[in-house]
C-alpha cells in the first residue's frame, strides 16, 4: 500500500480553495489513483471519464492534457516518485529476507508507513542484542515493552554503547536509592544516560532524610551567670518594713 502526502493547508491553497466540490474530489482521486499505481501524475483517460469532467482542473493549471490522458502537474514535486518508491520496497524486501535468515517472524518483523518506509515493530520475543544488554544492565525489570520502544527513540539521539555504558553507571552508583530509581522507560525518554553522578546520600528515618543537627545551645557556668543589680534604697526599706509588719 502506498500513500499521497496533503499538509493541512491544502484545501487552503489559492490554486484549490476555488474549486467546486466536483474538481476537488476529482483532483483528490486522481492523486490516490497516479499513487496506488505509481504512474507519477499520469491518469489515463479512461479513467478521467470515469472520475468526471476535468475542464475546471484542466483550465486552473491543475492538470494537463498529455498523450492519452492527463498529467497532474507538479506530481513528484510534492508526491513520492515512482522510483523512489520501488527502491525503498527494494530495501524492505531485503531487511525481510534478513530477518527470515535469523528466524525473526517477517509478519512482526515489518510494516508500511507513509512514504512506504519500513519500520520495525519488534514483537516482545525479538528485542535486539543491544537492547538486551541495556536491560540485563538496567538496575530495575518493569515495563520491557515500553522499554524498548523508548530504547527506539533513544537510538536516534546517541549510539548503544554510550546508552548501555550510562544505564550501567546509574546501577552502580551507590547514592541510587531503589525506592526511587527510574523506570527504564522513564530513564531512556530522559535521556538520563547524559546525568552525572547522583547526590551523596543523607541517613534517614523511615522515609525521611535526617536534617543536619541543631548547634548546641550555649549554657552559662556559675561564675558566668550575670549578677542582678542591686535593688534602690528606698524599694529596699519598703521591703524591710513589710517584713517586720508580718512578723
Known sequence: MTWVKLDDGFPNNPKIVGLSDHSFRLYVSALCYSGKYLTDGFIPQAVVDQLGNPDELLDNGLWEETLGGIYVNNYTEYQTPKAEVE?????????????????NSVSNAFVMQPDNRGQITESINNYTEDFEKFWNSYPIKIGKGSAFKAWLKALKKADAETIVTGALRYAKDPNREAEFTAHPSTWLNGERWLDSDLPEKRARIGSKPLLPSAPAIPRFTPDDVPKGVPAPKNIRDIVRQMSDKSQ
Do not use: F, P, Q, S
Request: hydrophobic residues 20%; glycine residues 6%.
Open 87 to 103: 527502491k525503498k520496497r527494494e530495501a524492505n524486501r531485503n531487511r525481510v529476507m534478513r530477518y527470515r535468515e535469523k528466524g
